[in-house]
């Protein structure tokens, strides 16, 4: 088994359930995919740094994302680029300014100019990768792509079309859902 169809097998048994949930964004949906069991776990982490890092353009420097779902996505890809004898720097945006210290937004923030990749683990809407990318934007960082390990299919995409930057994902939500659930 290759390893993009190891993660998915990943995540069918640990990070998709079925139910009445509602999402970050606000919508209401019959099924919800938490990647984080996956993330934080040895096999999955190491699969997510793997397959997300042959998405990221040679020229990007750092990758980074908005604080939770990115973090544990940062940290696989940081380790598997330096495994793989490529480093790419990781940073991290919160979602405030902090109140004391530096009163940073960005942790481990790469040179002004860089050219960075955003990750999420799942994207609906955007919100989550697209604070991280103004953010990013806002403090004279490059974004030369979103990346994702789930696609929910639900307008994220368009909205990183209308700013110019390119999305991508490993996997869209189609992907694990059963005939009958793939319309909600």
């Given at each position: ?21 509602t ?16 993330t ?27 604080t ?6 940062v ?24 109140d ?42 490059k ?10 299919s ?31």
């Amino acid at each position: 088994m290759d390893s993009l169809s190891e993660l998915k097998q990943e995540l069918l048994n640990h990070a998709l359930k079925f139910g009445d949930f509602t999402l970050a964004s606000g919508q209401k949906s019959s099924y919800y995919i938490n990647c984080k069991p996956v993330t934080l776990s040895a096999k999955g982490s190491y699969l997510v740094g793997e397959n997300l890092l042959e998405l990221i353009p040679e020229d990007c420097i750092a990758v980074g994302g908005l604080t939770l779902g990115a973090d544990p996505i940062v940290s696989s890809i940081t380790l598997v680029s330096h495994l793989k004898k490529r480093p790419i720097q990781g940073f991290l945006v919160r979602k405030e300014k902090k109140d004391h210290g530096t009163t940073s937004q960005m942790e481990n923030p790469p040179p002004e100019g860089s050219l960075v990749t955003i990750v999420d683990d799942v994207i609906t809407t955007g919100g989550s990768a697209l604070k991280a990318t103004e953010i990013a934007l806002a403090s004279g960082l490059k974004v030369a792509v979103v990346l994702c390990i789930v696609d929910r299919s639900q307008g994220g995409k368009e909205a990183f079309e209308k700013l110019g930057i390119p999305m991508r994902s490993l996997f869209k939500i189609q992907d694990f859902l059963p005939p009958d659930k793939k319309g909600n």
